[in-house]
Antibody, heavy 119, light 109 residues
Framework: QPQLQESGPGLVKPSETLSLNCTVSGDYMTTSIHYWGWIRQSPGKGLEWIGSLHYSGSTTDYNPALKSRVTIAADTSKNQFSLKLKSVTAADSAVYYC??????????WGQGILVIVSS | EIVMTQSPATLSVSPGERATLSCRASQSVGTNLAWYQQKPGQAPRLLIYSASTRAIGIPARVSGSGSGTEFTLTINSLQSEDFSIYYCQQYNSWPPAWTFGQGTKVEIK
């Protein structure tokens, strides 16, 4: 079973780009049974799906509410996938999780990383 | 966007009793529904997918039912580790716009 670990800065300035990586254990990133996704959780908005990437890297799906600001990409040579969220505001402060997906359900999660947007 | 509404917000149950949690979708999601458990400071853990299929390692006293717009998570013989927050999530919308409910907290009565 894959293990996932988020990494990146815990503090981002308003209007800048939030960049996070998720490292996946083993060879799971190239298996055909998984998508790879990002979800965030904040007190005000609960759990919010940000977007997902097919294991092949050929397809990405984004939350329509965030689509204009989000990019998810994979680097299979490093067993990583990344999240970039541009033009952040305080409303983007949250715990960010990476997770694997079978169809739509998220079956394995990272521990989460707290990101605060503040100057 | 499909809105997921969970009820009640808080459920007070005595250990050993049954907890019944509800999740309603604003439009039909078929059986494309998952349930998660989240404990303080931890990531959510998948309990149920496809509305009624238990994830690996989930005990038989945890069950899910429903289809369309009405779903139920039932936990029999509540144990100490069951007191936490539960979320439902739909994954029926296409293109994907997957959404979660706001959660139900199960607390000790």
């Amino acid at each position: 079973q894959p293990q996932l670990q988020e990494s990146g800065p815990g503090l981002v300035k308003p209007s800048e780009t939030l960049s996070l990586n998720c490292t996946v254990s083993g060879d799971y990133m190239t298996t055909s049974i998984h998508y790879w996704g990002w979800i965030r959780q904040s007190p005000g908005k609960g759990l919010e799906w940000i977007g997902s990437l097919h294991y092949s890297g050929s397809t990405t799906d984004y939350n329509p509410a965030l689509k204009s600001r989000v990019t998810i990409a994979a680097d299979t040579s490093k067993n990583q996938f990344s999240l970039k969220l541009k033009s952040v505001t305080a409303a983007d402060s949250a715990v960010y999780y990476c997770a694997s997906q079978l169809s739509g359900e998220f079956d394995h999660w990272g521990q989460g990383i707290l990101v605060i947007v503040s100057s | 966007e499909i809105v997921m509404t969970q009820s009640p917000a808080t459920l007070s149950v005595s250990p050993g009793e049954r907890a019944t949690l509800s999740c309603r979708a604003s439009q039909s999601v078929g059986t494309n529904l998952a349930w998660y458990q989240q404990k303080p400071g931890q990531a959510p853990r998948l309990l149920i997918y496809s509305a009624s299929t238990r994830a690996i390692g989930i005990p038989a006293r945890v069950s899910g039912s429903g289809s369309g717009t009405e779903f139920t998570l039932t936990i029999n013989s509540l144990q100490s580790e069951d007191f936490s927050i539960y979320y439902c999530q739909q994954y029926n919308s296409w293109p994907p716009a997957w959404t979660f409910g706001q959660g139900t907290k199960v607390e000790i009565k």
